[in-house]
């Protein structure tokens, strides 16, 4: 890899006697991981190797998932690089919290978060981006967690809608990318010497925002993907200088973990609670992590709630939800009736359904108004009312447990791969009535299929097909 020269001529220059190694780790192979998915059902049953775990990361494991494997499409696995993993672990969302994930895409930090929550308190994931953000909804899709929104929104416009909300926020902060170097050559060619800095203004605004939408007594946890310094260390000095009511809180090291400089932030010894993980140390990409805790004494950081009415704002933002009419209710009754267990359908109560056009959600009613947000993902799509009909989602498949279905059909790892692949299945087993099914392979929900006479009708998305 061909590095630029302000780049070498930089860390020669921060880094002195381990610059040569540090430079030389960028050209080494990259650590591979990922992590399973507590929120499924049996979760450890995968056909993957598990003899080597990430010591100090719950769940998760190194080596390689194929992401046309039964356990990645079905939501139990998630490939993510080690060092990235360590964030969520910081921040140690609690079951209950309310948390937010600002910058979120492509979704790993998200999704190990709602692994914590256990689908109890409320995770908003955002990404401005929304290209990005629609690959965000697919995978918070993908590993079922029943209580995220996720939004495509501007965090300086979320500040007026989430005054002091949040027990946690993480901010894994658009950055240069420099410890993305080893994993994707190409981000050199967008480094320049003057685009830490240029980050780091950005980095700024997105936390002011942060800050107004944390609670007293709550607590942010930020990071990069970069070394640095102007988006490491002295961002984390600024947040001291420009906040009082903050203070860092000491992150945990491991082995291969290095403590924040000092050095690169005006001789400042509150950096030594931060973490650096750096590739000539570390078997993981370039990260940093810093965690700090809002004084529960602190001033009202947040601007009152703004009560103008705004213009719908672009495709994603479906509008206000419509209370069901008597036959929509009804179809949603009795698909509840005939696909859930006696107790299972229970959160999906009339009071806790959003529809939005002719699309069925689970949305809690407890759960703050989004109306005037751009969203990708307001809570679960069950499904979607057609004419006299109930047409059950993919996302619902996802989102439930083999033990709360009746509704159910087994299928074997060669008909699971004929039905992704977007084909008819030719039901083999005990005779069962037409009608919607969860299918499952393995143990593992992966679809909604309706049986007609014996062939299991294909409604795999499209877009989602191998």
């Not at 696995?77 to 080690?82: A, F, K, P, T």
């Not at 409320?122 to 981006?129: K, T």
């Not at 000539?280 to 370039?286: A, D, K, P, S």
């Not at 036959?327 to 009736?337: H, I, P, T, Y």
Request: with cysteine; hydrophobic share 40%.
């Amino acid at each position: 890899m061909q590095l630029p020269q302000a780049f070498i001529d930089k860390y020669t220059n921060l880094l002195g006697d381990e610059a040569p190694a540090f430079l030389a780790s960028l050209d080494q192979d990259v650590e591979h991981g990922f992590r399973l998915n507590p929120l499924k059902a049996k979760y450890q049953d995968v056909a993957l190797d598990l003899h080597h775990p990430v010591p100090f990361v719950q769940d998760a494991y190194y080596g390689t998932v194929s992401g046309k494997s039964l356990a990645h499409q079905a939501g139990y696995v998630y490939s993510q690089d080690i060092s990235a993993m360590y964030v969520a672990e910081v921040a140690a969302a609690q079951p209950g919290e309310r948390v937010l994930d600002l910058c979120a895409a492509p979704g790993g930090k998200s999704t190990q978060l709602a692994a914590q929550l256990q689908n109890q308190g409320l995770l908003v994931s955002n990404e401005i981006n929304t290209k990005r953000a629609r690959i965000l909804a697919e995978n918070m899709e993908r590993i079922g967690a029943t209580n995220v929104i996720v939004l495509n929104e501007d965090p300086a416009n979320m500040e007026q809608y989430f005054p002091a909300y949040f027990d946690k926020i993480v901010v894994d902060a658009p950055c240069s990318g420099e410890g993305m170097f080893r994993k994707d050559h190409n981000a050199v060619t967008y480094w320049h010497e003057h685009y830490p800095a240029e980050c780091a203004v950005r980095q700024k605004n997105i936390l002011n925002s942060a800050l107004k939408m944390l609670r007293p007594g709550g607590q942010l946890v930020y990071s990069t993907c970069t070394f640095a310094p102007e988006e490491d260390e002295q961002i984390a000095a600024w947040l001291l200088a420009t906040y009082p009511e903050l203070e860092m809180v000491a992150v945990p090291k491991v082995a291969g973990m290095t403590p924040g400089q000092p050095a690169f932030a005006d001789n400042d010894s509150e950096m030594t609670k931060a973490v650096r993980m750096m590739p000539h140390h570390f078997q993981g990409e370039g990260q940093f992590v810093a965690k700090f805790q809002l004084a529960q004494t602190a001033p009202e950081l947040a601007p009152a709630p703004t009560t103008k009415k705004k213009k719908r704002r672009g495709k994603q933002t479906r509008g206000k939800s419509n209370s069901l009419s008597k036959e929509q209710l009804a179809l949603w009754e009795d698909f509840k009736q005939s696909f859930f267990m006696d107790r299972g359908g229970q959160k999906f109560s009339t009071n806790n359904l959003r529809l939005n056009g002719s699309y069925l959600y689970y949305y809690d009613a407890s759960w703050p108004d989004i109306d005037q947000m751009k969203y990708m993902r307001p809570g679960i799509l069950l499904g979607e009312f057609k004419k006299h009909r109930f047409e059950p989602s993919y996302a619902l498949a996802l989102a439930v447990q083999p033990a709360e279905i009746q509704a159910k059909l087994d299928l074997d790892e060669s008909e699971w791969r004929q039905y992704v692949g977007g084909n008819t299945v030719q039901y083999t087993g005990p005779s069962q009535p037409n009608g919607w099914y969860l299918l499952v392979c393995a143990g593992k929900p992966f679809a909604m299929g309706k049986l007609v006479n014996g062939v299991i009708k294909n409604f795999f998305p499209k877009g989602l097909r191998f």
